[in-house]
């Protein structure tokens, strides 16, 4: 049982570069998200989906783009990168009023 | 929405010092309680839940008790260890679908 699975792991992007990262869960959770982390602000909601083909934005969706074509899958992309997108990612699932379970993170680093 | 008011860290003790780490809630309905730790350089996980008021929820020597009368859900372990630096979240979970983690506190445990 693998849980929630984020790749890649780290990634160095120059500004105005795009890039998709991919969220896998196998547990047949209906509820998906994804989040930034930045020294001291905790995490921020970027987006996330209560169903597949069903998105919504979070705290700070600016930049970002997000699809669910399948359950198990929930995609992040940034279409031009900006310094300001230097953050570690993390992907959830869950289900309501449930456990979270949360991927081990991706490092990304906008030059 | 949901929302936690979180006692702001960072926190530093010592070795087998006494821990509390206050949390109150906001939340529609009857919500349940969850506490995440996160390890530094990993993503988060479960410490411990409490599904319904007067519930102790408990694991690796933290405790923490729904009090729906106060709305808490306080952090408690009474003989910390280096291991238990981490960054600690409190989080309620009802009917919203914005599963929202905040700053959570920053605790440091010193040899």
């Known amino acids: 049982n693998a849980g929630v699975t984020q790749t890649p792991k780290f990634r160095v992007l120059k500004t105005g570069q795009s890039m998709t990262l991919l969220c896998a869960q196998d547990m047949n959770h209906e509820y998906m998200y994804w989040y930034r982390q930045d020294p001291g602000m905790g995490l921020r909601l970027i987006h996330y989906?209560?169903?597949?083909?069903?998105?919504a934005k979070g705290e700070v969706p600016d930049g970002y783009n997000v699809s669910r074509l399948k359950k198990q899958n929930f995609l992040l992309g940034l279409e031009s990168a900006a310094p300001s997108q230097t953050s570690v990612y993390f992907c959830?699932?869950?289900?309501?009023?449930?456990?979270?379970?949360f991927g081990q993170g991706t490092r990304l680093t906008v030059v | 929405g949901d929302s936690v008011t979180q006692m702001e860290g960072p926190v530093t003790l010592s070795e087998e010092a006494f821990l509390t780490i206050n949390c109150t809630y906001t939340a529609t309905g009857y919500p349940s309680l969850f506490w995440y730790v996160q390890y530094p350089g990993e993503g988060l996980q479960l410490l411990l839940k409490a599904t319904k008021a007067d519930d102790k929820g408990s694991n690796k020597g933290f405790e923490a008790t729904y009090r729906k009368e106060t709305t808490s859900f306080h952090l408690e372990k009474g003989s910390v260890q280096v291991s238990d630096s981490a960054v600690y979240f409190c989080?309620?979970?009802?009917?919203?679908?914005?599963?929202?983690f905040g700053a959570g506190t920053t605790v440091t445990v010193r040899a």
């Open positions: 959830a699932s869950t289900r309501l009023n449930t456990e979270a379970f």
């Open positions: 989080v309620p979970s009802s009917n919203d679908y914005k599963l929202s």
């Open positions: 989906s209560v169903g597949e083909g069903t998105t």
